[in-house]
T-cell receptor, first 118, second 116 residues
Framework: AQKITQTQPGMFVQEKEAVTLDCTYDTSDPSYGLFWYKQPSSGEMIFLIYQGSYDQQNATEGRYSLNFQKARKSANLVISASQLGDSAMYFC???????????????FGTGTRLTIIP | GAVVSQHPSWVICKSGTSVKIECRSLDFQATTMFWYRQFPKQSLMLMATSNEGSKATYEQGVEKDKFLINHASLTLSTLTVTSAHPEDSSFYICSGLQGSNTGELFFGEGSRLTVL
């Protein structure tokens, strides 16, 4: 089974509109972290937002917010007032922490290509 | 989906030793592989881009003599951290590009390096 599922391979959104990028995850560990990354054409992964599994409130970072629904195991990214510069690939990722030797694993979804239309 | 396997997933080594991390694309040919380094709760930092059969292209500030990257085949790229020091302790992740520049990017699960 997929650990991280992003069901939207591509999205087109009008400039200034809000957009929601879907992400669902699967883990049996109580302690985990969820990330969203943006990858422009340059290749570098740009960290956007982080949500810990024990965080009580949804994470927000400027125009980015994470709609964390723990029971549904979803962590959708919401971008408000989209801009042309938001056009990029967006990856959802989950970090699982294992007790043995401090091992951890980072699993990425396949990404969503967001295109902002002027 | 396509799978990229990274090994080892974690490694502890003594200062001064070298460590090799392998990145394999299991069911596709990756003409381009990217190596990233990630600090806690921060973005992945692109270290270098490697193309099969040619020298890797390193990002500014990344020491090519310290982080040796080899992309000998379409399914295997390796990162060797030479003469590792505690400041090299980090999470390293690779990704393979399937197809052209607009192809899908698949990530390995990462390798946690701890240098004592």
């Amino acid at each position: 089974a997929q650990k991280i599922t992003q069901t939207q391979p591509g999205m087109f959104v009008q400039e200034k509109e809000a957009v929601t990028l879907d992400c669902t995850y699967d883990t049996s560990d109580p302690s985990y972290g969820l990330f969203w990354y943006k990858q422009p054409s340059s290749g570098e992964m740009i960290f956007l937002i982080y949500q810990g599994s024990y965080d009580q409130q949804n994470a927000t970072e400027g125009r980015y917010s994470l709609n964390f629904q723990k029971a549904r195991k979803s962590a959708n990214l919401v971008i408000s007032a989209s801009q042309l510069g938001d056009s990029a690939m967006y990856f959802c990722a989950m970090r699982e922490f294992f007790s043995n030797f401090g091992n951890e694993k980072l699993t990425f979804g396949t990404g969503t290509r967001l295109t902002i239309i002027p | 989906g396509a799978v990229v396997s990274q090994h080892p997933s974690w490694v502890i080594c003594k200062s001064g030793t070298s460590v090799k991390i392998e990145c394999r694309s299991l069911d596709f040919q990756a003409t381009t592989m990217f190596w990233y380094r990630q600090f806690p709760k921060q973005s992945l930092m692109l270290m270098a881009t490697s193309n099969e059969g040619s020298k890797a292209t390193y990002e500014q500030g990344v020491e090519k003599d310290k982080f040796l990257i080899n992309h000998a085949s379409l399914t295997l790229s390796t990162l060797t951290v030479t003469s590792a020091h505690p400041e090299d302790s980090s999470f390293y992740i690779c990704s393979g590009l399937q197809g052209s520049n607009t192809g899908e990017l698949f990530f390995g699960e990462g390798s946690r390096l701890t240098v004592l």
